[in-house]
């Protein structure tokens, strides 16, 4: 049984750029959300997707957005790109009925 | 506002050395209190979840407790490979007004190492 997989597990990017990090949950899951951890930081939430919507959102500018697929699956978009967003995103998987959230490997992201 | 508290930041026992890791936390009704480990350069892997003050877990050496205020992780007899930051994380309860269902709040953690 896969577990939760992230892609890509590293990125580096410059000033001003766009990103896409990539999620699938762990099987028979259908509820996916995303976390920010810098160094030395516990993970911080970014938001949460059900259903392929936005339910709830973490305090994080409009630059972070995401979707969820039809098949469960989710992306983490990040426009202008700065240099604080380096850190390690996190995607977790859950079911809606569960509050035990399972978190795949992570992306990390580094930008010069 | 929630809030997760760990302590102590750092921790260094020598193998066998058993000890307590603390979490307490602020919360609008407690849905759950939930164990990380989480690895250097990899994601949180899941150790337990706790719902009700005197609920107790235990996996191998590690046994968590809570109270209404916060939460240990008792780690007996530690070996070399428990050696990781343990990271707390509380989820709010959905009967409260504004409730932020299915988020976790997490701490920062505390980063144990354990040599022999």
């Known amino acids: 049984d896969a577990g939760v997989t992230q892609s890509p597990t590293h990125l580096i990017k410059t000033r001003g750029q766009q990103v896409t990090l990539r999620c699938s949950p762990k099987s028979g899951h259908d509820t996916v959300s995303w976390y920010q951890q810098a160094l030395g930081q516990g993970p911080q939430f970014i938001f949460q997707y059900y259903e392929e919507e936005e339910r709830q959102r973490g305090n994080f500018p409009d630059r972070f957005s995401g979707h969820q697929f039809p098949n469960y699956s989710s992306e983490l978009n990040v426009n202008a790109l700065l240099l604080g967003d380096s850190a390690l995103y996190l995607c977790?998987?859950?079911?809606?009925?569960?509050?035990?959230?399972?978190f795949g490997a992570g992306t990390r992201l580094s930008v010069l | 506002e929630d809030q997760v508290t760990q302590s102590p930041e750092a921790l260094r026992l020598q193998e066998g050395e058993s000890s307590s890791l603390n979490c307490s936390y602020t919360v609008s009704g407690l849905r759950g209190l939930f164990w990380y480990r989480q690895d250097p350069g990899k994601g949180p892997e899941f150790l337990f979840t706790?719902?009700?003050a005197g609920e107790e877990k235990e996996k191998e050496r590690l046994k968590a407790t809570l109270t209404k205020k916060e939460s240990f992780l008792h780690i007996t007899a530690p070996k070399p490979e428990d050696s990781a930051t343990y990271l707390c994380?509380?989820?709010?309860?959905?009967?409260?007004?504004?409730?932020?269902?299915?988020?976790?709040?997490f701490g920062r953690g505390t980063q144990l190492t354990v040599w022999p």
């Open positions: 977790a998987s859950s079911l809606v009925s569960s509050a035990i959230q399972y």
């Open positions: 994380a509380v989820q709010a309860s959905a009967r409260d007004r504004g409730s932020t269902l299915g988020r976790l709040y």
């Open positions: 706790l719902y009700s």
